[in-house]
């Protein structure tokens, strides 16, 4: 017989590609504003000031997200997943591209960082598109039993975009000195992604609709206002998948984008190697993802994300002190643990989400879900962790961790008790 990931190895890869430029997109932004943007688009005030302008300009992409997940989500319910994939593809793959153009303030003043929150705002309403219809993609074509292990695939696109990310940026740092990766050498990355664009729409193109909306399109006529209906009659389900996410993105870009700008500059570690460290710390997300997938499987899939989310109340407790302790062994230990437990509340949820859905407004409800998420956990997490630094020291940005674990077990009760099983 078949192995089933085999048999619909086309449709997982083209639900895995999207997702992986999804991450190393913004990853690479992540990066770039973690260490470049703040001298090379905004004015000289204070190095924390720079770096807060651009872990804001970070942020924008968050509030476009929602807005891009109701456009897309709308688009994805009426005539289908696959061509709405190709369109938000295309559109955040664009966006990334032409920041690699940019002038800087040195040479441009104001228009640059414009340019750059205007290029950001693209990403970001082509990114709230993605996550949602990447994950329908696998789960509509699961076979009986298998609906978390093809659900987890898109997950997979995080450690492997941060990888190709990290990989790039390490690689350009061998290379080229300080002075010259700060001039020009920091545009490679985003010029590079457009070899993951093109791969991306050259699989998306060749992949059929999905046979569960087909057949929804069969028996009933598509909704007219998908995000209408998902106000009136599923809002509070909204709110609580909302509120479940919120731990998943909280780690993640507390382990990647704080951690490397603390650690590059309040523990003045080398760029390379604090890169060097993430990039051995991000294969525990990928083996989480698997392992807390294949468990989906066998048991609830809000079981196995209620344990991630206990487990990230009890990382926060840890994850400030041990990030501050300046050892580099014990940060990669801590980083290595946080991104495993992330594995627990990010991999079940491309199964999880989308069974709070009916099929006709799913794309809308899951995106919606999902972005919004990512403005409480993503947006916020390094504003918040920078400005809770520089108030208390990074003690108390572990507790943004247990806070954002708190919000998600929340989120997963209220779930459960308007979706009894």
Known sequence: ????????????????????????????????????????????????????????????????????????????????????????????????????????????????????????????????????????????????GWRARFGMVPQLGAPIGFIAANGLFLLLGSILSDADFAAWGWRIPFLASAILVVLGLWVRLKINETPEFTRVLATERPVAIPISELIRQHAAITFAGTFTVVACF?????????????????????RELFLLTQLAAII?????????????????????????????????????????????WIIWAVLSLALFIMGFVYGPLGVWLPSLFPARIRYTGVSVAFNLGGILGGALAPIAAQALNDVGGTALVGLYLTMAGVFSLVGLRIAKRLTPQ
């Not at 909280?250 to 080398?270: K, P, R, V």
């Not at 993802?289 to 899939?301: H, K, N, T, V």
Request: aromatic residues 14%; hydrophobic residues 55%.
């Open 1 to 144: 017989m078949t192995h089933p990931f085999y048999q619909h190895r086309r449709i997982l890869i083209a639900s895995l590609v999207g997702t992986t430029v999804e991450f190393y997109d913004f990853y690479i932004y992540a990066t770039a504003a973690a260490l470049l943007f703040g001298p090379l688009f905004f004015p000289a005030e204070s190095p924390s000031a720079q770096l807060m302008l651009s872990f804001l300009s970070f942020g924008l992409a968050f509030l476009a997200r929602p807005v891009g997940a109701i456009l897309f989500g709308h688009f994805g319910d009426r005539i289908g997943r696959k061509s709405t994939l190709v369109a938000s593809l295309l559109l955040m793959g664009i966006s990334t591209l032409l920041i690699a153009f940019l002038p800087t303030y040195a040479t441009a003043g104001w228009l640059a960082p414009l340019l750059l929150c205007i290029l950001r705002f693209g990403q970001g309403l082509g990114l709230g598109g993605e996550w949602g219809g990447a994950a329908l993609l696998a789960v509509e074509y699961a076979p009986p």
């Open 250 to 270: 909280a780690i993640f870009y507390l382990s990647t984008a704080f951690a490397l700008a603390h650690g590059t500059t309040t523990l003045g570690y080398d």
């Open 284 to 328: 525990f997300l990928a083996i989480g993802i698997i392992l807390s997938g294949i468990r989906a499987d066998q048991q609830p899939a809000n079981q196995v994300l209620m344990w991630g989310c206990a487990a990230t109340i009890i990382l926060g407790l840890i994850f400030g002190p041990a990030l501050g302790a300046g050892s580099l």
